[in-house]
């Protein structure tokens, strides 16, 4: 056998069913190896971008995802998908080719000697948990076994292996090969600060609140926080990257908090008197900047298998805990099986929050020439069933699926949620088709889909079940609400008339063989996106927004009486609620 031959078995014996690719010369053996195997499939993205996020959204629904790339241009072109990943804690490994290895430069002395060769291993080292290139044929099944391990091990993240050409093709005996060893891993004892966290809950608090972590799914803890739910029975709130640890209906579930989180939820953090939190990261884009100001009233419990999530961000915990929840959860679980709850008060307030200040609100709704983004998250949770997938772009698509989407049970949700590149869904959603095997639904923006639309090929050609929306808002939201609000409206690349298009939606969709449908008003949304959504084969449904549409509720800044910039507590949002009404649920709170 060749190496790439025993690359292949590996990833089989992995039970890796697809495999992201591009094809290029700098990959021929291993293209060849792909194309004899009986239990891989091979998926033809049309940029090397879109192979690693698609790899990235495989990983979330399977597990673990892999791309092959060709080298130079083809491998660089990869990086900027792995960065979603390593940001976003997501194991899967990118395969790249190199000029054979006598042509490999001394990169301390010449920049290139081989065609289209780069330095690609120093680029990638900072955004992955490990990037080799083999230089010896006997160390592949070392490499790949190292590499896949370090992935998934501890707090998961993207690996690389570099595979120059004279090595893919090397003849190897699969049978002499040397394996790898894990080193022994000294396990923590979560005994102690278990203790402390009952002790805490019994003793110490009247308004607690339980805050799941997109850690709970990646170490595979899912089931266990269900439990925890259940045996806690406390106000339980998710980050954007958690919303699908819990479906709308829990009672238990009171929503998302963060700078555009809802307004409900951010009251009730910020009225809690403890806070547990497992697997979250708590970074400024869910505090908010003004640390300082956040659930200043409560005992905070940070659970994170990183120490740097705990004590490297400007929000510290009271009491962190550096664990790995693979062990942490079963045994906090086991421990509080003869808890026993009594926050009815409590529960009760923050459903008269909920209920007060509601995420889709009709006195929010445009005029009917467009439609509202909030009711229609709203009417699209109505129409998908149990078990779909559902991935979003980064910015009006995104914010509301998050506020106003109800997610039901067994229902996936997928964002890029700490890079927050554009154009990373409509390749994720390939990836999570491929996973599954069930329908996708991809969320977008018109600006989103321009950076990846040739991924629309993948798609219309493969006749995959996968719907796309999008928001058309006639350019980039976000940036237009920037410039508008801070400097004075001038715009700038951001519409069409800064110099930003949009093409025609339905002659896009026509040249990718596409399904294709409008909807640009609310008499009709409802109806429109079931018959979009009953309709055979993949599509494209365009969604009329209101160019001055933008996130409300939001956390945001404003301008004292200086002049200058301040940021407000999550619970005073924009549209700012009367300072009165704030204080009224702060003495409601202390009153329980």
């Excluded at 129409?383 to 699926?401: K, Y």
Aim: net charge negative.
């Amino acid at each position: 056998m060749n190496v790439s031959d025993i690359v292949i078995k590996f990833l089989e014996d992995s039970r890796i069913t697809h495999v992201f690719t591009l094809s290029g010369g700098g990959i021929m053996y291993l293209l060849d190896s792909l194309g004899k195997s009986e239990r891989i499939s091979y998926v033809c993205n049309y940029h090397e971008q879109a192979c690693a996020i698609a790899a990235d959204g495989y990983s979330r629904m399977n597990g673990f995802g892999v791309c092959f790339v060709t080298f130079g241009p083809g491998a660089v072109n990869a990086l900027s998908g792995v960065v979603g990943a390593w940001y976003d804690s997501i194991p899967l490994m990118v395969i790249s080719g190199q000029v054979r290895s006598s042509l490999i430069a001394d990169y301390t002395k010449v920049r290139q000697v081989g065609p289209q060769e780069g330095n690609v291993l120093e680029m990638v080292k900072p955004v992955t948990k490990y990037a080799v290139s083999i230089r010896d044929p006997k160390e592949i099944l070392v490499e790949l076994e190292k590499a896949s391990y370090l992935a998934r091990s501890g707090r998961p993240g993207p690996v690389w292996i570099e595979l120059p050409l004279d090595i893919q093709s090397a003849e190897v005996d699969s049978e002499k090969l040397p394996h790898w060893k894990p080193h022994n891993i000294e396990e923590d004892n979560p005994s102690d600060s278990i203790d402390e966290i009952i002790r805490l809950l019994r003793t110490k608090s009247k308004r607690p609140i339980l805050i799941l972590g997109n850690g709970l799914r990646l170490s595979g803890t899912f089931d266990q926080a269900q439990r925890l739910v259940a045996i806690l029975k406390i106000p339980t709130l998710i980050p954007f990257t958690g919303k699908d640890l819990i479906e709308e209906n829990n009672k238990y579930n009171f929503g998302l908090f963060g700078t555009s989180g809802q307004r409900h939820a951010n009251i009730i953090l910020q009225n809690a008197d403890l806070i547990l939190g497992l697997g979250v990261g708590f970074s400024v884009a869910k505090t908010g900047f003004a640390t300082d100001k956040f659930a200043v009233g409560a005992f905070k419990i940070f659970v994170d298998i990183d120490p740097g999530q705990l004590t490297e961000h400007p929000l510290k915990a009271d009491l962190p805990i550096t664990a790995d929840l693979r062990r942490f959860m079963p045994a906090l679980c086991s421990a509080l099986e003869d808890y026993r709850s009594n926050h009815e008060k409590w529960l009760n307030l923050c459903q008269d929050w909920k209920i007060k200040y509601p995420t889709v609100n009709p006195v929010q709704k445009l005029d009917d020439s467009f439609v509202d983004a909030y009711s229609f998250m709203k009417a699209l949770s109505d129409e998908l069933e149990e078990g779909d997938v559902i991935v979003t772009g980064n910015g009006l698509d995104c914010v509301t699926f998050y506020q106003a989407y109800e997610l039901k049970k067994h229902q996936r949700s997928v964002l890029n949620g700490n890079w927050g590149s554009m154009g990373w869904d409509l390749p994720s959603a390939i990836g999570a088709h491929y996973a599954t095997g069930k329908r996708a639904f991809c969320v977008t923006g018109d600006g989103s889909l321009m950076l990846n639309c040739q991924e629309l090929l993948t798609i219309g050609a493969n006749r995959l079940p996968i719907k796309i929306f999008v928001f058309n808002n006639e350019g980039y939201g976000s940036i237009k609400a920037t410039q508008k609000s801070f400097f004075n409206g001038r715009l700038v690349g951001s519409d069409s008339t800064s110099n930003v298009y949009n093409p025609d939606m339905q002659l896009l969709a026509a040249a990718f063989f596409l399904n294709f449908s409008r909807i640009e008003s609310q008499r009709d949304m409802q109806t429109s996106i079931k018959s979009f959504i009953d309709t055979d084969g993949p599509g494209i449904c365009e969604i009329k927004i209101s160019p001055d549409q933008w996130i409300s509720p939001k956390a945001t800044s404003f301008r004292n009486d200086k002049g200058q910039l301040e940021s407000k507590p999550l619970d005073d949002m924009f549209p700012f609620l009367p300072f009165e009404e704030i204080e009224a649920n702060r003495r409601r709170a202390v009153q329980i």
